[in-house]
């Protein structure tokens, strides 16, 4: 059985289970090959970071319109981010580990995309887009080639 990718009202079959997990594994490899850009200090300055995000005349997700950042207590995540569609909104929640302008706009392209979608092809697109407008073209390139060779799906 094969499934689309990053559409939420599918039940995803064993061997599908094992192709997103995979995705994600792949991902994961992909960053770890970059660099992740500006370290901020504390939430506060990656809340103003964010806010500057969703205020710039690029910002290409109107059905969010604000993303709230916290602290993250966690072993085995740098960061999360999900969508909040009640309030045209969503949350993002870091590490220390996870504050960096990678880590950030990974979490913030969650947020954007609709939930389900996991790091499927339109959560790529949405990330990718955010490290060309805000890292730049370079950035954006160096990540690209690194999914690329680690397999990640694009649409
Ligand atoms: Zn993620």
């Known amino acids: 059985m094969s499934i689309a990718l ?7 079959s064993a061997p599908a289970d094992r192709k997103i997990r995979g995705q994600q594994a792949n991902v994961y490899a992909a960053e770890s090959r970059i660099a992740h850009g ?8 990656v809340q103003a970071f964010v806010d500057s995000l969703t205020a710039s005349d690029w910002w290409f997700a109107p059905h ?10 966690s072993k085995n995540w740098a960061g999360v981010g999900c ?19 990678l880590t950030v706009l990974h979490e913030v392209a969650h947020t954007i995309t609709h939930k389900g979608g996991g790091h499927g092809p339109v959560w790529v697109r ?6 060309y407008y805000v890292l730049g073209s370079d950035h954006y390139q160096r ?13």
């Open 64 to 73: 969010v319109v604000r993303v709230e950042v916290s602290r993250l207590v």
């Open 126 to 131: 949405n990330y990718l887009k955010l490290v």
């Open 143 to 155: 990540l690209y080639s690194s999914m690329q060779a680690h397999g990640v799906l694009f649409d």
């Open 6 to 12: 990053g559409d939420g009202n599918h039940v995803a």
């Open 38 to 45: 500006r370290w901020f200090d504390s939430i506060e300055e």
């Open 83 to 101: 969508t909040d569609d009640e309030h045209n909104a969503g949350t993002i929640a870091l590490t220390k580990n996870g504050q960096n302008e």
